[in-house]
């Protein structure tokens, strides 16, 4: 993780930068402000584009290896579904929650961009129009896979890939296996590439902040408290929501199996890596008592299907960029939105700021100037570590609820 930590120390440098060379034309140069931004921008255009780069190609990859795994449901039919149905509803509840406190709170309306701001301004204003129910239909069916991909149709690509996936997962292994193989290391290629293109963040860091305080002054650093503030709020109401179903279903067990896994929480949580704790939690997990059968299905599906408080943040941040550019996304919208996230975020690995390409195709299909995340990554890392750390008490409640109610719970805890 000394990487991760390069990184956001990286990142820091150049918010430092950005604000003393943005500062520098907004007090002495303001006249050239305006020329300033437009060009310093740039470097965050740079960063975006190579996100949107990368995004079918992960989107199309995960998913269809995900749901072509899932073929092993057929030995544990029962467990493969109550997982599934868990993971389906904390989903659904974490971006709802999201949801709800960013329109509730409203923590881009402290300050305001203006459409122009961005490189794109044009085509973004004429994409804010609202969905027709042919727009939609025309949304979620391609016509082409290969126009998917160029345009980033990531709704498109979701539905040709589960498609896909399931055509897979009902071959013999015999016929999909080298297909499956050979899709997984391209998934596992292109999130090493998010690796290195993070590397990239900095340079786009730079950009955006240098070109808003050069036009806007120290506004922006008003907005990061309160989006802080505000996104530690929704996430202890999810912490909250967990924990009261998980001691539904576990009783006064909950509270040793929070003891067994504080350590994976406290990794996750440092290390912004929820995947970096795998290891321990299966670990962890086994001597509170889950059958290991269990854990060794339940617990790799749910870092590809059961990221809650990366699922909470996507909706969370989306309508934030929204509302700092101040695009108003009626309910439908919104709702659909949810709906979207729901689908595209399956299979993407709980690796760090792996929600932040999910967050940046989502908002360019909204009309949501995907230049706005590079605003937020200055206080990502903040975010990340709290988000890892949900994700990893999230895929614990799961794995020891399906246990329990498959009554393969040991109440006595085991010993490894």
């Not at 390069?6 to 500062?23: D, E, N, Q, R, S």
């Not at 059968?293 to 996507?314: A, C, E, H, Q, R």
Request: charged share 15%.
């Amino acid at each position: 993780m000394k990487g991760q930590n390069k990184l956001f120390f990286a990142i820091i440098i150049a918010l430092v930068l950005g604000i003393g060379a943005g500062a520098l034309v907004h007090f002495k140069y303001p006249e050239n402000a305006e020329d300033f931004s437009k060009n310093i921008k740039l470097l965050g255009t740079i960063f975006i584009r190579l996100v949107q780069m990368i995004i079918a190609p992960l989107v199309f990859t995960t998913l269809v290896v995900g749901i072509a795994k899932m073929s092993d449901m057929k030995m544990i039919g029962r467990v493969g579904t109550k997982a599934m149905l868990w993971f389906l509803t904390a989903s659904l509840v974490s971006l709802m929650i999201g949801l709800v406190f960013v329109n509730w709170l409203q923590p881009g309306h402290v300050i305001e961009l203006d459409l122009t701001d961005t490189a794109s301004a044009n085509e973004l204003i004429n994409t804010t129009k609202s969905f027709s129910l042919e727009d939609f239909v025309s949304h979620i069916f391609p016509r082409s896979l290969f126009e998917a991909f160029a345009t980033n149709e990531v709704l498109q690509i979701v539905v040709f890939s589960v498609m896909f996936g399931v055509a897979l997962a009902n071959m013999g292994d015999s016929y999909t296996k080298p297909v499956v193989n050979g899709l997984n290391i391209i998934a596992h290629a292109i999130l090493k590439m998010v690796g290195y293109i993070m590397w990239v963040a900095p340079l786009g860091v730079f950009g955006a902040i240098a070109a808003i305080v050069a036009t806007k002054g120290f506004d922006i650093f008003t907005v990061y408290a309160v989006y802080l503030r505000d996104f530690f709020l929704a996430l202890a109401v999810l912490w909250l929501v967990l924990l009261i179903v998980g001691y539904m279903i576990l009783g006064n067990r909950l509270f040793e199996l929070l003891r067994r896994i504080k350590e994976p929480l406290l990794i996750a949580f440092s290390t912004t890596s929820s995947e970096a704790v795998f290891p321990k939690l299966v670990e962890e997990l086994e001597r509170f008592g889950c059958n290991n059968k269990i854990v060794s299905f339940t617990l790799p599906l749910g870092y590809s299907f059961n990221l809650d408080g990366s699922m909470m943040y996507m909706t969370f941040a989306s309508i934030f960029i929204a509302q700092i550019y101040g695009i108003d996304m009626s309910l439908g919208e919104q709702i659909v939105m949810l709906l979207v996230l729901m689908l595209t975020s399956k299979g993407i690995a709980g690796v760090p700021r792996a929600s932040l390409v999910i967050i940046v195709a989502t908002c360019s299909m909204f009309g949501i100037p995907p230049e706005g995340i590079a605003l937020i990554l200055p206080i990502d890392h903040f975010c990340d570590m709290g988000r890892s750390m949900t994700n990893v008490l999230g895929n614990a409640l799961s794995t020891s609820a399906v246990s329990k109610w498959e009554g393969e719970l040991d109440n006595h805890g085991g010993e490894l």
